[in-house]
C-alpha cells in the first residue's frame, strides 16, 4: 500500500505539468522535497493503482479546504532530477512565476549550513528571531554548526523570546531579502517561547540537548522545568492510548521501527508489540533478536523520523499526547 507521500507523486505525475505546478507551488520545502523523491522512484504504475490515488484523493478532499502556504527556487534542482530537464522546464516556470519567497521565509529553502554561515555572526538575539520562524529540525541542525556559547545563548532567547516589534521584523526581512538578492517582506507571524525551545530541542542529539538544558537551568531552574515538560521525547509513546499507536504504525516503516525500538525499555516494546497483529508481533520479536548492535546516532535518527510521524498526527488532531505539558483527555 502506497504511503502518502507516494499516492501524492503518482497523483501529480498523473495531472499534467499545469496542475502539477498549480499544486507544487502551495507546498513547503519539506514536502517539495519528499514528493520530488517519490516522482523519482516511481516505476511501472498499474492502472489500478492510479485509480486507488485518485479515489483516496476524492475521499480526503470532499472534507478539506484550500490552505496556500510557500514555495521557492529549490524545487528546481529536486524536479529536474525527477522528470528530467525537458519535462521540468515548463514545470518550473510555472511554479515559480510570481513565487514569493524572500528574507527570513527564503531561507527554509537553503542548506543549514549555508544558513548558519549567513547568520552565524549576527547577534544572539536576531539569530533567535530567525530560527524560530523555521522548522524546527532545521533550527536544530542550524544550532548545532554555531558555536557552544551563541548555541546556549540564542537557546535561551528563544525561551523567553514572547514579542517583537513589526517594525523590526520587517527590517530584519528586507536584510536578508537583499543579502539573498530577494524581494518583497511578506507576513510572519512570531512563534518564540518554551514551546518552541522544547521543538527545537527534540532534534538535537542527546549529549548537546544536555549540555543546552544545563545552561538554560544554571541561568533558570524554573525555565528549565518548562522546557522540560514541553517537551516530547520517544518514551512518552508509552502515554499515547492504544488507538493512537495503532494510527502511528500505519505510517511507520518496520525497518525504522526495529532500529528506533533498539534504543526503547521492553515496557515500550511491548506496548507496540500489542498493538500489532499476532504474525506481525512476532516477526518484529524476531527481528529485533536478529538485528545486530546498531549506532546510538542511528537509533536516535530513526526515533526521531518517528516523533515527526507523532507531531504531525497530534498537530491535524488525529491523536492525544498524553504525555508531560500537554493537557489532560477526558
Do not use: C
Not at 527590517?171 to 531579502?177: F, G, I, K, M
Not at 538554560?216 to 525555565?223: A, E, F, G, N
Request: hydrophobic share 40%.
Amino acid at each position: 500500500m502506497a504511503d502518502g507521500v507516494e499516492k501524492s507523486a503518482i497523483f501529480l505525475m498523473t495531472l499534467g505539468e499545469s496542475e502539477a505546478a498549480e499544486v507544487l507551488k502551495y507546498l513547503e520545502p519539506k514536502e517539495v522535497q519528499k514528493i520530488s523523491s517519490a516522482m523519482m522512484a516511481l516505476k511501472n504504475l498499474g492502472r489500478d493503482q492510479i485509480a486507488q490515488v485518485f479515489q483516496d484523493f476524492l475521499v480526503s478532499a470532499s472534507g478539506k479546504t484550500t490552505v496556500g502556504m510557500d514555495s521557492g527556487d529549490y524545487i528546481r534542482s529536486m524536479l529536474t532530477k525527477a522528470l528530467g530537464d525537458d519535462k521540468a522546464a515548463g514545470l518550473l516556470d510555472r511554479i515559480m512565476h510570481n513565487s514569493d519567497t524572500s528574507g527570513i521565509e527564503s531561507l527554509k529553502w537553503m542548506d543549514p549550513g549555508a544558513v548558519a554561515e549567513m547568520i552565524g555572526n549576527e547577534h544572539p538575539q536576531i539569530i533567535a528571531t530567525i530560527l524560530v520562524h523555521l522548522e524546527p529540525d532545521q533550527a536544530a541542525e542550524i544550532l548545532k554548526m554555531l558555536t557552544d556559547r551563541t548555541r546556549n545563548d540564542v537557546l535561551l532567547r528563544i525561551s523567553t523570546l514572547d514579542g517583537v516589534q513589526p517594525v523590526a521584523l520587517r527590517e530584519l526581512n528586507e536584510v536578508l531579502s537583499k543579502l539573498m538578492s530577494g524581494g518583497g517582506t511578506g507576513k510572519k507571524t512570531l512563534q518564540g517561547g518554551v514551546a518552541t525551545a522544547a521543538e527545537i530541542l527534540n532534534f538535537m542529539g542527546s549529549t548537546l540537548e544536555a549540555e543546552m538544558m544545563e545552561n538554560v537551568r544554571s541561568y533558570d531552574p524554573d525555565l528549565a522545568q518548562k522546557i522540560e515538560d514541553k517537551m516530547f521525547v520517544f518514551e512518552n509513546i508509552m502515554d499515547i492510548d492504544d488507538r493512537g499507536i495503532q494510527l502511528i504504525l500505519r505510517e511507520v516503516q518496520s525497518e525504522s521501527l526495529i532500529i528506533a525500538l533498539k534504543g526503547a525499555n521492553e515496557e515500550l516494546r511491548e506496548k507496540i508489540f500489542k498493538n500489532m497483529s499476532q504474525r506481525a508481533a512476532e516477526m518484529m520479536r524476531e527481528d529485533l533478536e536478529s538485528k545486530g548492535p546498531v549506532k546510538l546516532s542511528d537509533v536516535e535518527a530513526n526515533q526521531k523520523e518517528i516523533l515527526k510521524v507523532v507531531r504531525r498526527l497530534s498537530d491535524e488532531g488525529q491523536i492525544a499526547l498524553g504525555g508531560k505539558g500537554e493537557e489532560a483527555y477526558v
